[in-house]
């Protein structure tokens, strides 16, 4: 792993520059809106955190001399908008910087960042390992990922924090794009200490008979808000989701996934399963929209959440909007507490409490994990849930 230095660029800053009014005008969340109900934002005060000075550290693996070679670029994304003018032609194309207050943040203030670069009929076969580190009390990053046709990459974004004993901020934004009969498998992971309200939005963007995998896992964090949006631009593309998030103490977790089927004969596959122990709290929420454009499109979601206890609650929102005649969509959603009479059962053969919940917590995430391609990562989540 090497550190990806923060460079200047007089580009970036116009495009800073450019979104500072947006972020002024625009007013702070409220629980009654639609994208954040069940999610109380009361406690966070903004202005504590101004002026917004990321101190982030980002390492990520140092690419070979021969993707090197052969045109890989993997920098901090100010140096890229700086040397590769092509990357401005992808900042914010796959969102809207008026999303919500917090994306709007991010393209006002972000000072660091990663970029990759992925050349035309390149598989990169070892995994690219992001680590993304808040040191301080904000960390504002903007993240780019360009696949171009016919390529091939796996990475793994891994957030982390230092625990400074007061309030920390995480605001950042990860874009993918992938060109024409791409593939990429990306994996999130964030950790954080019960001080940090974290708001992620990852936004992936998939072209003809592309291919994107997303893995994403939620843990800690003061508030921990994960926004997952796909849009399939072009026909044949492809999409599975796979999330998993643990809640404990007081934490609350915010994970929402949008998928738009732009484009014909697209397909999807969605699951989000989630533990809430102690007093902790979740929403999900999960949006199919199938405009009459996406025609023949294949598309599920499912979601599941386990609770451990009286004190915790839990909000699950599947909805589907479609405009298309062709397609099949559908959904699927259960909240439901532990079944005493399984703990009894362990219980009766020798287990405490607290052993049998973690079998059965372990035992509930365990299919999904399953699912996940890379073998470090299943590891690396199987010791975040048995923490």
């Known amino acids: 792993m090497k550190e990806i230095s923060k460079a200047k660029s007089e580009a970036a800053?116009?495009?800073?520059?450019?979104?500072?009014?947006?972020?002024?005008?625009?007013?702070?969340?409220?629980?009654?809106?639609?994208?954040?109900?069940?999610?109380?934002?009361?406690?966070?005060?903004?202005?504590?955190?101004?002026?917004?000075?990321s101190t982030?550290?980002?390492?990520a693996t140092e690419l070979s001399e021969d993707l090197a070679r052969h045109g890989v670029i993997l920098s901090d994304i100010n140096s890229a908008m700086e040397k590769y003018p092509a990357t401005l032609n992808y900042f914010f194309k796959g969102t809207d910087i008026g999303k919500d207050k917090f994306v709007a943040l991010s393209a006002a203030y972000f000072a660091h960042g990663y970029f990759l670069y992925v050349p035309k009929?390149?598989?990169?076969?070892?995994?690219?390992?992001?680590?993304?580190?808040?040191?301080?009390?904000?960390?504002?990053?903007?993240?780019?990922?360009?696949?171009?046709?016919?390529?091939?990459?796996?990475?793994?974004?891994?957030?982390?924090?230092?625990?400074?004993?007061?309030?920390?901020?995480n605001a950042s934004i990860t874009e993918v794009f992938a060109n024409t009969n791409s593939r990429i498998n990306f994996y999130h992971v964030n950790n954080w200490t019960g001080n940090v309200y974290n708001f992620t939005n990852l936004i992936g963007t998939a072209e003809r008979?592309?291919?994107?995998?997303?893995?994403?896992?939620?843990?800690?964090?003061?508030?921990?808000?994960?926004?997952?949006?796909?849009?399939?631009?072009?026909?044949?593309?492809?999409?599975s989701n796979l999330g998993i998030f643990l809640g404990k103490g007081e934490e609350h977790i915010d994970f929402t996934t949008n998928v738009y089927h732009n484009a014909e004969n697209t397909t999807n596959d969605i699951l989000v399963d989630g533990i809430l122990k102690d007093e902790s709290s979740s929403v999900y929420r999960g949006l199919i929209k199938i405009p009459k454009e996406g025609q023949k499109t294949n598309s599920y979601l499912a979601n599941h959440i386990l609770?451990?206890?009286?004190?915790?609650?839990?909000?699950?929102?599947?909805?589907?909007?479609?405009?298309?005649?062709?397609?099949?969509?559908?959904?699927?959603?259960?909240?439901?507490q532990i079944n005493?009479?399984?703990?009894?059962?362990?219980?009766?053969?020798?287990?405490?409490?607290?052993?049998?919940?973690?079998?059965?917590?372990?035992?509930?995430?365990?299919?999904?994990?399953?699912?996940?391609?890379?073998?470090?990562?299943?590891?690396k989540i199987r010791e975040m849930v048995r923490k």
């Not at 982030?56 to 390492?59: L, R, S």
């Not at 990922?145 to 004993?165: F, H, M």
């Not at 099949?328 to 439901?336: E, L, M, N, Q």
């Not at 917590?361 to 996940?372: A, L, M, R, S, Y």
């Open 13 to 53: 800053d116009a495009r800073r520059e450019d979104s500072l009014e947006r972020f002024n005008s625009m007013p702070m969340p409220k629980e009654k809106d639609e994208n954040w109900r069940y999610t109380d934002m009361g406690k966070l005060k903004l202005e504590n955190f101004a002026p917004f000075e």
């Open 56 to 59: 982030a550290v980002i390492t």
């Open 121 to 169: 009929n390149i598989e990169i076969k070892e995994p690219i390992r992001i680590n993304l580190a808040a040191e301080g009390k904000n960390s504002v990053l903007h993240n780019l990922v360009i696949l171009e046709p016919n390529s091939r990459a796996d990475v793994i974004e891994e957030y982390t924090n230092k625990d400074i004993g007061d309030e920390q901020l």
């Open 209 to 239: 008979n592309a291919s994107i995998s997303w893995v994403s896992g939620c843990f800690g964090g003061n508030l921990n808000r994960l926004r997952i949006d796909t849009n399939f631009n072009g026909q044949g593309s492809s999409c």
């Open 307 to 336: 609770k451990l206890g009286d004190k915790t609650l839990a909000n699950s929102i599947p909805s589907l909007k479609i405009d298309a005649n062709d397609v099949k969509a559908s959904h699927g959603a259960t909240v439901g």
């Open 340 to 379: 005493e009479e399984h703990l009894f059962y362990l219980m009766a053969r020798g287990l405490s409490r607290a052993e049998a919940e973690r079998l059965i917590v372990e035992g509930f995430f365990e299919p999904v994990i399953q699912k996940i391609p890379l073998e470090e990562l299943r590891e």
